[in-house]
């Protein structure tokens, strides 16, 4: 049965869109795990990049237990795809993991997210036919662990790490870097 993973609530537009000044709750997303909350605050703004990106910190937590970070992610939307393409790193559940988007083409079954974790599983969201699958390889083998059907997500096999990154991917507007930029132009 699909989960249809929307906020049950999120900051207001002007607050979600603008940098975060501080450590601040700006969306709440109900699964079958439990609710995940995302935290957004400044990340480090070493560089002048960095400053003129806004750089933050996300976090998913799930319940008081931090599930998913990204040190270096940006604003949601654009500021994130833009991040993502030149590569974010992070933790889920505590595994260090480097992310990059890739779209080689305007075929959407040419672009995807992939999630390298330190412990050598790799999980990649892509696109196949008309639906988005996240796909979790470890050396030769590749399962796929959800996909899109019908408007939502089928989650019923992932466990909280996964279910995370598909919050962070429906939430943060990343499942536009899986469209084809054709889109944008009808």
């Known amino acids: 049965m699909p989960s249809f993973l929307k906020p049950s609530w999120r900051a207001p537009r002007r607050m979600w869109l603008q940098p975060a000044h501080a450590r601040e ?22 560089t002048a990049d960095a400053k003129a990106e806004a750089w933050e910190r996300w976090q998913f937590l799930l319940g008081e237990e931090t599930v998913l970070e990204i040190d270096d992610a940006a604003l949601p939307w654009l500021g994130i795809r833009k991040r993502l393409r030149h590569g974010v790193r992070g933790r889920l559940d505590g595994v260090p993991f480097t992310a990059r988007a890739a779209c080689r083409s305007l075929r959407p079954s040419r672009c995807g997210i992939r999630f390298c974790l330190d412990d050598g599983r790799i999980l990649s969201f892509t696109v196949h036919r008309f639906h988005q699958r996240l796909v979790r390889e470890a050396g030769d083998e590749h399962e796929v662990r959800a996909r899109t059907r019908a408007g939502g997500w089928e989650t019923h096999r992932l466990d909280r790490g996964e279910l995370a990154l598909v919050c962070l991917v429906t939430v943060s507007g990343l499942d536009r870097l899986l469209a084809s930029p054709l889109q944008d132009i009808l």
Do not use: Q, S, V
């Open 25 to 46: 709750r700006h969306a709440e997303i109900p699964t079958a795990h439990g609710t995940y909350t995302l935290f957004r605050e400044p990340g480090p703004r070493l």
